[in-house]
């Protein structure tokens, strides 16, 4: 990868003896070096996000909620889950008014360290056995705190790659962030295996599950620290300032740009829908209804993931020759014609379930792998930073947030079929924004 463009440097960057201004001897930065640290942050941060997800499964249902029964108490570990989602938002608000006042190093800092602090906490929650229902409100806390967190760990660095991709290369460009996703989701789902097949029942549910929320505080420890040096470093400051790649105000983002912010929180959602139905949803369904150890299927889930990581880079190549808008749309396509018959599959056995799995998530990749490129790029350059991140908060929620409730709801009252429902609505909404995207650029 090459040298992205960069501002000249004033005199004010040289030192006060004249020398070469600050990271002159590194030379400019690269898209190789700002791939890599995106990578990092999106890894660290979906990491995180797994680790919940699978404990919300495993764990939280009989260790919050042991008055209800199996499928009850998972709802309700569910219905907690999605606080986070609902949370985002806001953090976003806060934390771009932080971001304008004191910068986005300080934003991230505070951003990341709330979320590994409401994290490592979640790790030493007593369960409803020692605390009653005092402990399912600290447990929704903490999943407040972490959501809150996660709308402030936008630093700007996909958007930063995407305005230094070459003309034929966007879609490749676009896709590498998204490959946090999975990265995330293998090491999470191969930790939890380790853990499941090595200790008693009894002793991961008091115990065992704690220690994958340790290993997240420590992750985003060190992601905090790699993370701090690329956002930090002169030449990425120079790189903000060139392109006017800085955070406006939340509101004045929606006055002007509230059609895209629309179009682009729904543009993902066959994507962003069938994220939750290949990672948590079955994990849950398996768990709940089958006699199979967790143990077996984290791993095929594991395996699967590796196929979405390899979907996600096929999705950067398909995207650069037949556009990112047709990718997308034809994911979508292809999402919805999956939602018609492929959940019936968890129910079918071993290989009804890698079939699904394995499916699932080679879609998912495809369209996941484009899904933060198609409608962005639409933003004035100094309106991306803060309408980016409005979209992706806003597509999470609707897309993904509630995805893992709804399925297994329907799924537990009408059949695995019944699921599919949720997964169309979504593709139908990517089908529908896309088409909107395109007839608003017509007569903009």
Same mark, same amino acid.
Request: proline share 5%.
């Given at each position: 990868?090459?040298?992205?463009?960069?501002?000249? =440097?004033?005199?004010?960057?040289?030192?006060?003896?004249? /020398?070469?201004?600050?990271?002159?001897?590194? /030379?400019?930065?690269?898209?190789?070096?700002?791939?890599?640290?995106?990578?990092?942050?999106?890894? @660290?941060?979906?990491?995180?996000?797994?680790?919940?997800?699978?404990?919300?499964?495993?764990?939280?249902?009989?260790?919050?909620?042991?008055?209800?029964?199996?499928?009850?108490?998972?709802?309700?570990?569910?219905?907690?889950?999605?606080?986070?989602?609902?949370?985002?938002?806001?953090?976003?608000?806060?934390?771009? &008014?932080?971001?304008?006042?004191?910068?986005?190093?300080?934003?991230?800092?505070?951003?990341?360290?709330?979320?590994? !602090?409401?994290?490592?906490?979640?790790?030493?929650?007593?369960?409803?056995?020692?605390?009653?229902?005092?402990?399912?409100?600290?447990?929704?806390?903490? #999943?407040?705190?972490?959501?809150?967190?996660?709308?402030?760990?936008?630093?700007? *660095?996909?958007?930063?790659?995407?305005?230094?991709?070459?003309?034929?290369?966007? !879609?490749?460009?676009?896709?590498?962030?998204?490959?946090?996703?999975?990265?995330?989701?293998? +090491?999470?789902?191969?930790?939890?295996?380790?853990?499941?097949?090595?200790?008693?029942?009894?002793?991961?549910?008091?115990?065992?599950?704690?220690?994958?929320?340790?290993?997240?505080?420590?992750?985003?420890?060190?992601?905090?620290?790699?993370?701090?040096?690329?956002?930090?470093?002169?030449?990425?400051?120079?790189?903000?300032? @060139?392109?006017?790649?800085?955070?406006?105000? +939340? *509101?004045?983002?929606?006055?002007?740009?509230? #059609?895209?912010?629309?179009?682009?929180?729904?543009?993902?959602?066959?994507?962003?829908?069938?994220?939750?139905?290949?990672?948590?949803?079955?994990?849950?369904?398996?768990?709940?209804?089958?006699?199979?150890?967790?143990?077996?299927?984290?791993?095929?889930?594991?395996?699967?993931?590796?196929?979405?990581?390899?979907?996600?880079?096929?999705?950067?190549?398909? &995207?650069?020759?037949?556009? #990112?808008?047709?990718?997308?749309?034809?994911?979508?396509?292809? $999402?919805?014609? %999956?939602?018609?018959?492929?959940?019936?599959?968890? !129910?079918?056995?071993?290989?009804? =379930? $890698?079939?699904?799995?394995?499916?699932?998530?080679?879609?998912?990749? *495809?369209?996941?792998?484009?899904?933060?490129?198609?409608?962005?790029?639409?933003?004035?350059?100094?309106?991306?930073?803060?309408?980016?991140?409005?979209?992706?908060?806003?597509?999470?929620?609707?897309?993904?947030?509630?995805?893992?409730?709804?399925?297994?709801?329907?799924?537990?009252? %009408?059949?695995? $079929?019944?699921?599919?429902?949720?997964?169309?609505? /979504?593709?139908?909404?990517?089908?529908?924004?896309?088409?909107?995207? #395109?007839?608003?650029?017509?007569?903009?």
């Amino acid at each position: 990868m090459t040298a992205l463009p960069i501002a000249p =440097q004033t005199a004010s960057a040289q030192d006060a003896h004249g /020398g070469a201004p600050h990271g002159g001897a590194h /030379g400019p930065v690269t898209s190789g070096e700002l791939a890599i640290g995106v990578i990092i942050g999106r890894t @660290s941060e979906f990491f995180d996000f797994f680790v919940y997800a699978i404990a919300s499964v495993l764990v939280f249902p009989k260790f919050f909620f042991p008055e209800f029964d199996p499928l009850t108490g998972t709802l309700w570990s569910f219905a907690i889950f999605a606080l986070a989602f609902l949370a985002r938002p806001f953090g976003t608000v806060a934390f771009t &008014a932080l971001d304008r006042l004191y910068g986005r190093t300080t934003k991230l800092t505070v951003a990341l360290f709330l979320l590994g !602090g409401s994290t490592a906490a979640i790790a030493f929650l007593p369960g409803h056995a020692t605390l009653g229902n005092d402990a399912v409100w600290l447990l929704a806390l903490l #999943r407040l705190g972490q959501g809150f967190a996660q709308g402030g760990t936008w630093e700007g *660095l996909p958007s930063l790659l995407a305005l230094g991709a070459p003309e034929n290369r966007r !879609g490749w460009y676009a896709m590498i962030p998204q490959l946090g996703a999975p990265l995330g989701l293998i +090491v999470a789902s191969l930790l939890f295996a380790f853990f499941t097949a090595s200790l008693p029942a009894a002793d991961f549910l008091e115990w065992g599950w704690r220690f994958p929320f340790f290993v997240a505080f420590a992750i985003n420890v060190v992601a905090l620290f790699a993370r701090l040096q690329m956002v930090g470093s002169h030449d990425v400051e120079e790189l903000f300032a @060139s392109t006017a790649l800085q955070p406006e105000p +939340v *509101l004045a983002t929606l006055r002007a740009e509230w #059609r895209t912010v629309v179009i682009g929180a729904f543009a993902p959602l066959a994507s962003f829908a069938l994220f939750h139905m290949v990672t948590v949803f079955p994990l849950s369904w398996v768990f709940l209804f089958t006699s199979e150890e967790p143990t077996r299927f984290l791993v095929i889930e594991a395996a699967s993931g590796a196929l979405g990581v390899a979907a996600i880079v096929a999705s950067g190549l398909l &995207a650069d020759r037949f556009g #990112r808008r047709t990718v997308l749309a034809g994911s979508a396509a292809a $999402i919805a014609a %999956f939602s018609g018959f492929a959940p019936q599959f968890l !129910g079918l056995g071993e290989a009804g =379930q $890698i079939a699904f799995m394995t499916t699932g998530f080679i879609l998912l990749g *495809l369209g996941f792998g484009q899904a933060s490129g198609s409608v962005s790029s639409s933003f004035p350059i100094h309106r991306r930073y803060t309408g980016s991140a409005l979209t992706s908060d806003l597509a999470w929620l609707f897309g993904a947030g509630f995805a893992p409730l709804v399925a297994l709801w329907l799924s537990a009252s %009408f059949g695995l $079929i019944a699921s599919g429902g949720y997964l169309l609505s /979504g593709a139908l909404a990517t089908l529908l924004a896309l088409w909107l995207n #395109r007839e608003l650029g017509r007569t903009g």
